[in-house]
């Protein structure tokens, strides 16, 4: 019987070992690098228990405005101490003689310390050229003057830059054929995710020790440095935006009280984006909390009467922009007294100066007539549908957007709506189904400053290497389709220029600015109620200065109630700024 047992038990742990030296094989030679069903690099985790590190650079590529200037990141030199200092005796005073600090500060420092750091974060003491020499020189075990790379605290751009996340799932996906660390960070949106091939960190530059379980020295005191060694890489990309203008457009956008909404700023020559701010904010804490990472210049939404600029361009082409003609500008569409305007009999010009909804909706009817496509036609020629953003032929890259996240705008959605009177009426004021983005609508402007001539939207110029040398330079590509008559964008033109210089125009709050103003204004019904009043999108929407044009600029106050504002002096405010700029460059 005992024998039996004895054989039963034996049995028992011999499958217990065999277990176990097969779970230990799958560690040490079949899985070390991707344990269990959370992929583990078992590897890496073994030298992170035995080993005291220092990130002084992740290893991915920078975003940089278009001075070259770094948007999300600052290289700065820092004092970097290791807590094993605790258990030590070394000259603290020279240290502290050297940044300038007291050596109390420094010990209390390194007391409350369990991993190296920079002295003073979050916010770091800066060294000097001189400091950092006189540092290293003092050959100190554990103190060490480096550059290191921090995340910027007053970031801007944060929608269109976009936000970094760890995904060991989608890394795979996205990238099976490289060897990345599991924790290596990919782009989540915006720019961060469009160029993440690019900007993708192959590994990170650090400070090594080897450390015991007690946090003491193992191998003396000698700290390895590991790091990127090419001198092309990681590679950055050269974005358009200003810096400078970027930092003033987010403080005006949130000093006007914009709570969902923004603006956006294109340079004409070039069209490439110069500014762009998306209110509500990214929240620093949770990114993924409420709607800030959403960039709303790139969301289609209700444009209101800066659609009017589409229906005079083809009321021109058709020969309806006759001044004898004389609409009744003080009723509504649908032929009733208004009861907000009385303009009286007015022409086209005074018209589209006015904003006068009859006038609209009539011709937008009597061009229904002629063909029922035209205002999506008009629509296209002006880029508000469609997509405006870079896109093109990358490397092996057949057709990459730079703005992959930008919707495409319409004017209606059905054959039903394109054949009725009633739905045409109103959409020849913006209202309806017709959207567009900030972003299209600025390239509206755009293009008929310069004459008609439609061209994709940049936000990024180049891909450079981590030396400066440019790797791809993203060229000024045209878009495709037809395009306005040189004539035709110059009488457009002249009806913007009409709406801040008429008396009784819908810009006259532009008429004494520095810079010229031409531009339309649109304030739309969104449907959408709050506290039983109706919320509305307030829309001004230009390019100046008129003779001679280098900005079209679009703000833009979404879902406000109807009293409520913010868009003109927030466009005002832009146009002095710029002009006072310019002023300071010459």
């Known amino acids: 019987m005992w024998k039996k047992r004895a054989a039963r038990m034996l049995y028992f742990y011999m499958v217990i070992f065999l277990i176990l030296a ?25 030298v992170r228990q035995r080993s005291q590190e220092l990130v002084i650079d992740d290893g991915r590529g920078r975003i940089l405005d278009r001075k070259g200037e770094s948007m999300t990141h600052e290289d700065l030199s820092v004092l970097i101490l290791f807590p094993f200092l605790k258990n030590a005796s070394w000259p603290v005073e020279k240290v502290a003689n050297a940044v300038g600090v007291e050596e109390n ?21 800066s060294l000097t050229s001189s400091q950092v020499q006189l540092i290293n020189s003092l050959k100190i075990p554990g103190v060490f003057a480096v550059e290191k790379k921090f995340e910027k605290q007053d970031a801007v751009a944060k929608q269109l830059i976009g936000v970094l996340g760890e995904n060991e799932t989608e890394l795979s996906k996205r990238y099976p054929d490289r060897s990345l660390p599991l924790r290596t960070q990919i782009g989540i949106s915006g720019l961060e995710v469009s160029f993440d091939e690019i900007l993708v960190a192959e590994r990170k530059s650090q400070l090594v020790y080897h450390v015991d379980g007690s946090g003491s020295p193992l191998f003396g005191t000698k700290v390895k440095y590991t ?17 400078d203008i970027q930092k003033q ?20 020559s070039t069209n490439s984006i110069l500014a762009t701010v998306s209110r509500p904010n990214v929240n620093d804490k949770d990114p993924f909390k409420g709607n800030g990472m959403v960039n709303l210049m790139l969301k289609e939404q209700i444009m ?29 569409i649908d032929g009733r007294p208004d009861q907000v305007y009385q303009h009286g009999l007015l022409g086209f010009s005074d018209s589209f100066a006015m904003s006068c909804n009859n006038t609209f909706a009539s ?21 508000l549908t469609g997509g405006v953003g870079w896109r093109g032929h990358v490397f092996q890259i057949a057709n990459f957007s730079q703005l992959p996240d930008e919707e495409k705008g319409r004017v209606f959605i059905s054959d039903e709506e394109r054949n009725d009177r009633n739905y045409v009426a109103l959409s020849g004021i913006g209202q309806k189904e017709v959207r567009a983005t900030p972003l299209a609508v600025a390239n509206m402007m755009a293009t008929i400053a310069r004459g008609g001539e439609k061209e994709m939207v940049r936000a990024v110029s180049e891909i450079t290497y981590k030396n400066g040398a440019v790797m791809y330079t993203f060229p000024e590509n045209k878009l495709n389709g037809e395009q306005l008559s040189s004539g035709t964008a110059k009488e457009l033109g002249q009806l913007l220029r009409e709406v801040v210089v008429n008396e009784n125009g819908t810009g006259r709050w532009f008429s004494e600015l520095p810079y010229e103003v031409a531009g339309k204004s649109g304030t739309a019904e969104t449907g959408r109620f709050k506290n039983g009043k109706q919320l509305h999108n307030k829309w001004f929407a230009g390019y100046f200065p008129y003779r001679n044009p280098r900005f079209a600029l679009v703000t833009v106050n979404l879902d406000v109630y109807g009293h409520e504002g913010g868009v003109n002096p927030l466009f005002a405010d832009m146009v002095t700024f710029l002009s006072e700029l310019n002023d300071q460059a010459n």
């Open 363 to 383: 011709l937008a009817k009597e061009l229904m007539e002629i063909d029922p496509n035209i205002l999506e036609e008009y629509a296209e020629k002006l880029s």
């Open 227 to 243: 790091g990127i060694t090419n001198p092309f890489y990681p590679a950055s990309i050269k974005t358009t935006i200003d810096l």
């Open 304 to 332: 209101g009467s800066v659609f009017k600029t589409a229906v005079a361009a083809a009321a021109i082409d058709y020969g309806l922009d006759g001044e004898e003609r004389l609409y009744d500008c003080s009723r509504t």
């Open 249 to 268: 457009a987010e403080q005006l956008v949130d000093k006007h009280g914009i709570k969902k909404g923004g603006l956006i700023l294109l340079d004409i």
């Open 105 to 125: 500060e420094i010990l209390q420092a390194v007391k409350q310390a369990k991993a190296p750091f920079a002295l003073g974060e979050p916010k770091p003491l």
């Open 22 to 46: 097969g779970r230990l094989v799958q560690i040490q030679l079949w899985e070390p690098e991707s344990f269990s069903s959370h992929h583990i690099n078992l590897l890496e985790e073994s």
